[in-house]
């Protein structure tokens, strides 16, 4: 196989295996040789922006679906039909997430606070 080949084969195995052990099994090659790769710079940077794009893809989408997410623990709260134990899942997991977002938004909103600061400062 081609180096540009192999190389592409490994960056798209190892995106998508949980272990160096699985992409070697899949890559039908040694595990050593996945590590070789990986000591490589520029094949390392290259999974790396990968592996960021995946990321951010994936926030992306489920922000996307986030209302509709919201509306089915609202719905499930909210259904006199199911169980008590079901309805109090769906009110703590909207509790939950409800902190959390709150949380994160405060220190978010905090680090651009700190951010503007910093940069008044530096002027």
């Given amino acids: 196989m081609?180096?540009?080949?192999?190389r592409e084969l490994l960056l798209n195995v190892?995106?998508?295996?949980?272990?160096?052990?699985e992409a070697a099994r899949v890559a039908n090659c040694a595990e050593s040789a996945i590590y070789?790769?990986?000591k490589k710079p520029d094949f390392?940077?290259?999974?790396?922006?990968?592996?960021?794009?995946?990321v951010t893809d994936t926030k992306n989408y489920l922000q996307s679906?986030?209302?509709?997410?919201?509306?089915?623990?609202f719905n499930i709260m909210n259904d006199?039909?199911?169980?008590?134990?079901t309805r109090l899942n769906a009110a703590s997991e909207a509790f939950r997430n409800t902190l959390k977002l709150i949380e994160t938004s405060d220190i978010l909103n905090r680090l651009d606070a700190?951010?503007?600061?910093?940069?008044?400062?530096?002027r």
């Fill in 2 to 6: 081609a180096h540009n080949s192999r």
């Fill in 114 to 122: 700190l951010e503007v600061a910093q940069n008044e400062d530096k």
């Fill in 14 to 21: 190892l995106l998508v295996c949980p272990t160096v052990r």
């Fill in 80 to 85: 006199s039909e199911a169980s008590p134990q």
């Fill in 65 to 73: 679906r986030l209302r509709e997410t919201t509306d089915v623990i």
């Fill in 36 to 38: 070789a790769w990986l």
């Fill in 44 to 54: 390392k940077s290259e999974l790396d922006m990968r592996r960021a794009e995946m």
